[in-house]
């Protein structure tokens, strides 16, 4: 990023390898000499991908590190250097699913896109680099959750001429390409995020936190990329955010609203009337998209193997109906009831529907969807046998409504329901200017 960042540089690894316990000392004595850094770039992975048996020893590591710290890990998806190389699009049969510590639950994982093609290329511009590992992590949590720009590469395997420009150990500039050069890009941006939040009146108490700025920065990597169906997703994760704080800030034709809960087993949550602009309402039909992101950091035990995730949530924009006895019941339209992987089998919700996944993303476009009364809900659910009366879950949920015929009011609108509800609200930072410029 032209608009740069700090960077302490820590020795993690020797130049030909190291142990992983050798690893952890060093991040656990890095992270406790220097508490005034909020935000970590790994750029490293292990040299095979991960299974469903559970989450990697590295990855738990980092976890524990994030909450005893209060730090965001961002972390490299990994490389995926084994023949035959892989094109775009591509058929789901090779072995390159992410690698160690990338299925870390609280860090923002990252993989890598091209930003130039040519004829020997193994991919066009745009598209995800045949390098970068794939999701999903251990039991089909989506990963990666960004992607940037990482470099290409030319047949038979060279990136002289369509990597990034890097620094080379001898202070030289050479072309090199890797979900390593595209990690410490979104490292930065999320350094940026947190900076901009923590100088913000917080009338509210609206801090920065490793969840917060991880919401922002995948809900505004969603806004500036198209929908895509769940496999493409492996490889995407949400986009490549463009700007870390566009998710703060709305054009005329969106309106965004950042909530913070805390929930506890067996109440619900719920945001009602939800102020839904004029424009975007007629007669009772709601025309536009809505985008949802909830990111929370649940509970966790490394003894559990693939039930290694102790809490899920469950949220959804919808309607509320009276039922036959006169009482309103919620009716959720994002995701859809009875969409795939909302109800039915435990292993169907797992895998099609995020289940136990501590990032949840929705969004759909309505041209004409009935319902007058729309609200937002979630509830926490914990896994069986878990302890009773232990502290609340705090969930960060962003949820943008935008125009789909170029409406050009959306936002004042928005903001002149929101002001009809009489909710307690705080306006965030307008702008942060981040210029990215990669060559």
């Given at each position: 990023p032209i608009t740069g960042c700090r960077v302490h540089d820590v020795c993690g690894l020797e130049s030909s390898s190291a142990h992983i316990g050798d690893l952890i000392q060093r991040l656990r004595q890095a992270l406790a000499n220097r508490p005034d850094i909020r935000v970590w770039n790994l750029s490293l992975g292990a040299p095979s991908g991960v299974g469903d048996d559970g989450f990697s020893e590295l990855a738990q590591e980092l976890d524990a590190l994030c909450d005893h710290y209060g730090v965001l890990f961002v972390v490299a998806a990994g490389n995926y250097l084994d023949e035959p190389r892989r094109g775009w699009p591509c058929e789901d049969t090779f072995t390159d699913r992410i690698s160690s510590p990338a299925d870390s639950v609280r860090a923002l994982t990252v993989g890598a896109i091209t930003h130039l093609g040519s004829t020997t290329s193994y991919v066009a511009a745009g598209e995800p680099a045949s390098y970068s590992r794939r999701g999903p992590g251990p039991v089909f949590t989506p990963k990666p959750d960004v992607v940037h720009v990482g470099g290409g590469v030319d047949a038979p395997w060279s990136a002289d001429a369509l990597g990034i420009k890097v620094l080379a150990p001898n202070n030289g500039v050479l072309r090199n390409a890797g979900t390593s050069f595209a990690a410490p890009i979104v490292a930065a941006m999320a350094a940026q995020t947190w900076h901009a939040l923590g100088n913000v009146p917080r009338q509210h108490g609206l801090a920065p936190s490793p969840t917060l700025v991880k919401a922002l920065m995948i809900h505004s990597a969603e806004l500036a990329s198209p929908a895509r169906t769940p496999v493409h997703r492996r490889y995407f994760g949400a986009g490549a955010p463009s700007d870390p704080m566009a998710a703060l800030y709305d054009g005329p034709d969106s309106f965004t609203l950042v909530f913070e809960a805390d929930l506890t087993t067996g109440t619900k949550w719920r945001k009602f009337p939800y102020p839904i602009p004029a424009s975007m309402l007629a007669d009772g039909k709601l025309r536009g998209e809505v985008?949802?992101?909830?990111?929370?950091?649940?509970p966790v035990d490394g003894s559990a193997g693939a039930e290694y995730v102790r809490a899920n949530l469950e949220v959804g924009f919808g309607t509320l109906e009276p039922d036959e006895d006169g009482v309103l019941q919620f009716h959720g339209k994002v995701p859809m009831r009875w969409e795939q992987g909302t109800d039915g089998l435990e292993s169907a919700q797992v895998e099609h529907g995020g289940k136990w996944s501590p990032v949840k993303i929705h969004r759909k476009v309505f041209s004409g969807m009935?319902?007058?009364?729309w609200a937002l809900q979630a509830n926490m659910?914990?896994?069986?046998?878990?302890?009773?009366?232990?502290?609340?879950?705090?969930?960060?949920?962003?949820v943008t409504l935008r125009s789909v015929d170029g409406h050009g009011d959306i936002y004042n609108e928005g903001a002149r329901a929101l002001a009809a509800v009489n909710w307690v609200t705080q306006t965030l930072p307008l702008h942060v200017p981040i210029n990215i410029g990669i060559r």
């Open positions: 985008i949802l992101t909830a990111v929370y950091a649940p009935s319902g007058i009364n659910m914990r896994r069986a046998n878990e302890p009773l009366g232990q502290q609340a879950m705090r969930v960060v949920i962003i």
